[in-house]
């Protein structure tokens, strides 16, 4: 079980933002990550459309032994966590929408939340906000056409900024200071989106704390790696050109190797 691989899904490419997190903090465990990407977007799924793709990607996961899924999308994770937790017996781990620690840091009590309308209408966002975000006033955002933009390999072309200018525009209006990327294709905008908000109003990535909650579990379950030699394998279930390219854009070195499942 110990040397068994974790497995990562997402609806595409944009769970590699936490796939890199993982690697980083726990460079001893192999892992198996699948983009969903035929199916992609998610987030304008119904709740019950997700549930079932979530379900055929743990399927596929499980069948190549993982000991533990790190559900790498936060439309997933809201609509179908529970669901996968009850119905399986392996860990799982999902996405928060990090909305605890804007509502923590936030001077001007007002934080932003960028994510997809799947994310919004699930009911972990929901609960996530009763539970820390009464005291602030959240500004939602739907991102529109920005998980396309990843998937097609632009996160920083040109086309990409007068796209999250509109993205962004309401949300430095109301003179938000935190903005949650809620949605793990965004992060990839990272450098875009610094260029386009006050030095003032802080990103939020939950990516590194996925990573160390991933930590956490292993331990805890007594099912870390105990061996080191890393092995990292991806599955698309479309075109896997764009996931190349943006492994080589964040310098994987490593050797890895890609299956097309169609
Ligand atoms: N990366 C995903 C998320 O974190 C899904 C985006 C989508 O497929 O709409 O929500």
């Known amino acids: 079980m110990r040397n068994n691989p974790i497995g990562i899904f997402d609806s595409g490419i944009g769970g590699l933002s936490v796939w890199q997190e993982v690697k980083k903090l726990l460079p001893a465990e192999n892992i198996i990550y ?3 990407s035929i199916n992609c977007p998610y987030g304008t799924k119904s709740q019950e459309e997700i549930i079932a793709l ?41 996405m928060e929408p990090a909305i605890k620690p804007a509502a923590l840091n936030t001077n001007t009590g007002k934080i932003g939340v960028l994510a997809t309308k799947g994310t919004f209408e699930g009911q972990l966002f929901k609960e996530t906000s009763k539970k820390f975000a009464t005291n602030v006033n959240t500004v939602i955002q739907i991102g529109e056409g920005l998980v396309e933009l990843v998937e097609q390999g632009k ?3 040109k086309e990409a900024i007068p796209i999250l200018k509109e993205n ?15 949605c ?55 075109n896997s050109l764009p996931m190349q390219s943006i492994l080589k854009e964040i310098n ?10 169609i």
């Open 184 to 238: 793990t294709h965004y992060p990839f905008f990272t450098r875009l989106i610094k260029d386009l908000i006050p030095k003032s109003i802080k990103i939020i990535d939950p990516a590194p704390a996925i990573a160390q909650r991933t930590k956490s579990v292993l331990a805890e379950k007594k099912i870390a790696n105990d061996l080191n030699k890393a092995s990292y394998s991806f599955y698309n279930t479309g």
């Open 54 to 94: 979530s379900i055929k990607n743990t399927e596929f996961l499980l069948a190549h032994q993982c000991k533990l899924i790190v559900v790498a999308c936060n439309t997933a994770t809201s609509a179908a966590i529970d669901i996968l937790r009850a119905k399986y017996s392996i860990p799982f781990i999902g």
């Open 34 to 36: 699948i983009a969903d």
């Open 252 to 261: 994987c070195t490593e050797k890895v190797i890609f299956t097309t499942l």
């Open 168 to 182: 962004l525009d309401a949300m430095l209006n109301a003179g938000v200071d935190q903005i949650v990327l809620g």
């Open 155 to 157: 996160a920083n072309s």
